[in-house]
């Protein structure tokens, strides 16, 4: 991880700096998206080995939304990059101008073997983030062999407009997915539920235990998108010696295992019990069931 994101921050560099020395406004666009996956492999390189230290009085979940953190900044990063391409670009369709189509040619062809290299480099990840990069490694390399037709073609045609075309195309494609993704991150760091089927699921789990005849106050939150939380009240259908209660608790237990939740806590209340949670208003009944 910590060559691809050299790799990819030194070539983003030299695509901009090539990009104004060539007049390419589609060279341009490739840098801002190498600029963000390079930001993209940088965070998770450096948030990943920082959020795998240990919970302190403070952090009391320890650190993993940090990578949220890290996702959130490399959107808003891409979305004023992506916004200023367009904003070059979409004038040059009135007026385009030919860039220097051999300097094109040999980015292109740069571009092609440093994202190839990065991806052949990420290709053995086993966690998320390296399989999701390496991904995006891929898909640069594609985005360059675009530009390596595109450059190809202005040398035989002399179309000028492809360049800014190319540009408008890189940049939307890039927009459309980095504000998919920010909007996902900022839900997550919303508490928005990571995944309804999967908290529906955690609910039939739980209400198909014998014991139980209602749940309610049941939160399902991620810390990072990958490790997920759960709080939630359960009403057990009888008063439980402390056997029974032990029974009940082990029984929560197996059904729950196979989500692999990262954190859960788990209250059990008795028939009738006021649930402590309650507002005011209905203290002297259970709180807002949702079965």
């Not at 919303?190 to 039939?204: A, G, K, W, Y």
């Amino acid at each position: 991880m910590a060559v691809a994101f050299f790799l990819n921050l030194g070539f983003a560099i030299i695509e901009f700096i090539g990009g104004v020395l060539t007049n390419s406004t589609a060279i341009m666009a490739d840098a801002v998206h190498d600029l963000g996956d390079a930001l993209s492999i940088g965070f998770a390189w450096g948030m990943g080995r920082y959020s795998e230290r240990p919970a302190d009085n403070r952090f009391t979940y320890g650190f993993r939304r940090l990578s949220l953190l890290s996702a959130l900044l490399n959107g808003l990063v891409l979305i004023g990059g992506t916004s200023w391409v367009l904003y070059q670009s979409i004038p040059r369709l009135w007026d385009p101008q030919m860039p220097h189509t051999t300097g094109m040619l040999g980015l292109a062809i740069l571009g092609i073997a440093i994202n190839g290299y990065a991806a052949f480099r990420m290709q053995g990840g086993k966690t998320l983030n390296e399989k999701v990069l390496n991904w995006h490694l891929l898909e640069d390399m594609l985005g360059w062999v675009a530009v390596l037709i595109v450059s190809i073609v202005m040398m035989l045609v002399e179309l000028p407009i492809l360049d800014p075309l190319l540009a408008i195309c890189f940049s939307l494609f890039i927009l459309f997915n980095v504000l998919r993704h920010t909007a996902s991150s900022i839900g997550l760091f919303l508490q928005r539920s990571p995944d309804l089927q999967m908290q529906q699921d955690v609910e039939q789990a739980l209400l198909s235990l014998p014991q139980v005849t209602d749940i309610h106050h049941l939160h399902f939150w991620s810390l990072d998108g990958e490790k997920h939380v759960l709080t939630v009240h359960l009403v057990s259908a009888q008063m439980l010696s402390a056997q029974q209660y032990q029974a009940l608790k082990q029984a929560v237990n197996e059904r729950l295992q196979p989500f692999e939740l990262a954190h859960t806590t788990i209250e059990i209340e008795h028939p009738q019990e006021n649930c402590r949670d309650a507002k005011p208003q209905t203290e002297h009944a259970h709180c807002g069931h949702s079965h």
